[in-house]
């Protein structure tokens, strides 16, 4: 899910930037413009999302875009400007699957850092059977735990989310799962 | 803590942006780059950090830099590339107050929509009481809970994380606690 190329030329004005430290006594390099001062800073990304679940049953999209277009999600995408956490996976579960939902806790929590992400999931109580998945979803189902196509789930977050989740349901209690996925 | 200006020009190749809708189906305007397509996204920053305590004391550190210069704050600072949020805020504990901790759970996760931030504050036990302040901190000092200078907190997340931390010590017992700052 990255999608970030390196900073070569200024926000602000336009001219190529350099890495270099900043004069603020900062130690890491950043991309600086030698014009107008300007510091670029780049800093890890959020996706939040959703576990949306009937009784025993789990929502899954099927991915309609790239990367991993063809394979199982669940509904999820990078947090926006202008709403909280739980908001942006609301947000995501309207956008891709269409699904009516009462959002309940926050489940896991992810450092990827490998890709300068942190995952959110919360548990979410599915209202009604009926979806209306968008252009970045070409199908919505519902999975049983056996159902669940393990080897064809799109994001090792998802797969790690899911597999909590149906121990946690199993125990009868939902705890929130910080992990570090490597 | 805003540090964010409008992107005005493109970059990867230095033209001036424009404001529209992606061509992908993206429902948000973005700023696009008329000349190579690059599409700048802008998202919110995490903001990560300690509570660092020693019995019934906690750590504070009074700021050098703007803004808020003069007021005291938990140590704490934007989460980088290259770290968990557990990393990060261990990583601003040791160039602010220059402590020495163990890490414990993740304490209050606050989203601070106004500002685009999301702030993390974890429990940190102080191992020592030796400090050795960076120059982001005038000073580093402990304070019992009715030493705390409640009108001279830098931060309304950081007023909200002690209150709550307090709270729970009296209690014996500590959750995480999730709030939206308004």
Redesign the interface.
């Known amino acids: 899910m990255l999608?970030r190329?390196a900073?070569?030329?200024?926000?602000?004005?336009?001219?190529?930037v350099v890495y270099r430290l900043p004069d603020d006594?900062d130690?890491?390099e950043r991309a600086v413009c030698p014009q107008c001062q300007?510091v670029?800073?780049?800093?890890?990304?959020?996706v939040v999302g959703t576990i949306p679940f009937m009784d025993d049953r789990v929502l899954l999209c099927l991915r309609n875009i790239e990367p991993r277009r063809g394979k199982w999600t669940l509904p999820a995408g990078?947090?926006?400007?202008?709403?909280?956490?739980?908001q942006g996976a609301a947000r995501e579960t309207h956008?891709e699957a269409g699904a009516q939902i009462e959002m309940l806790d926050?489940f896991s929590?992810m450092?990827v850092?490998r890709v300068?992400q942190?995952h959110f999931f919360f548990r979410a109580r599915l209202l009604s059977e009926t979806f209306d998945p968008?252009?970045?979803t070409q199908e919505v189902r519902l999975f049983r735990q056996d159902q669940i196509p393990w080897d064809e789930i799109a994001f090792r977050t998802v797969r790690e989310t899911l597999q909590r989740f149906f121990e946690d349901r199993e125990r009868g209690q939902f705890g929130?799962h910080?992990i570090?996925i490597q």
């Open positions: 999608n190329g900073i070569q030329h200024c926000k602000a004005c336009g001219a190529a006594g130690t890491r300007t670029h800073y780049e800093n890890p990304l959020n990078f947090m926006e400007l202008g709403e909280t956490v739980a956008e926050l929590l450092n850092v300068g942190v968008g252009h970045e929130l910080q570090d």
